[in-house]
T-cell receptor
């Protein structure tokens, strides 16, 4: 369903390691998925997207995996850097219409 | 690339007053704009969808008489919080979508407006 008021889970990684952030989405009809990065006091910033006819898409240092069977989305960040520290949100959309955000994950990168 | 601005970036108002927040698409025409609200340490919650020239569509639980949305042009949407109360204090974020935009982020987000009601 819609996102709920929960405190954000946290992922802490060492600089240089790979990060994996997971997300479960709710709507079986969703056909478009996006990962956003949000730094404190700022609006969301687009990272990468994927359509439902794909199960993997790669960008620069990031990879998104989509498993429609279990309605699961993941974001992999390679060689995580301190500048990657932020809150990451997955989002889903159906039919190109409104985008619904999932619960976020706070990523801490230790130097 | 597509830029969305919001004004003001932060505002403090007294309880009972109204506050207007502007959302502008600077380099593209936004046929649809979205308004989100975000409480501390929480996700973005969609409040309403605004289409140019028509009435906004509000999400369940969002009071349309309290959160007035106007999308008078293809580059401007406004959100007015009427008779604001301390519980309306939040981070309000708009996003804009142009016609034919699909993929590549689909929406472009503004920097947000921090509203504090005292």
């Amino acid at each position: 369903g819609e996102n709920v008021g929960l405190h954000l889970p946290t992922l802490s990684v060492q600089e240089g390691d790979n990060s994996i952030i997971n997300c479960a989405y709710s709507n079986s009809a969703s056909d478009y998925f996006i990962w956003y990065k949000q730094e404190s006091g700022k609006g969301p910033q687009f990272i990468i997207d994927i359509r439902s006819n794909m199960d993997k898409r790669q960008g620069q240092r990031v990879t998104v995996l989509l498993n429609k069977t279990v309605k699961h989305l993941s974001l992999q960040i390679a060689a995580t850097q301190p500048g990657d520290s932020a809150v990451y949100f997955c989002a889903e959309a159906a039919g190109g219409f409104k985008t619904i955000f999932g619960a976020g994950t706070r990523l801490f990168v230790k130097a | 690339g597509a830029v969305v601005s919001q004004h003001p970036s932060w505002v403090i108002c007294k309880s009972g007053t109204s506050v207007k927040i502007e959302c502008r698409s600077l380099d593209f025409q936004a046929t649809t704009m979205f308004w989100y609200r975000q409480f501390p340490k929480q996700s973005l919650m969609l409040m309403a969808t605004s289409n140019e020239g028509s009435k906004a569509t509000y999400e369940q639980g969002v009071e349309k008489d309290k959160f007035l949305i106007n999308h008078a042009s293809l580059t401007l949407s406004t959100l007015t919080v009427t008779s604001a109360h301390p519980e309306d204090s939040s981070f309000y974020i708009c996003s804009a979508k142009g016609s034919g935009v699909w993929g590549a982020g689909e929406q472009y987000f503004g920097p947000g407006t921090r509203l504090t009601v005292t």
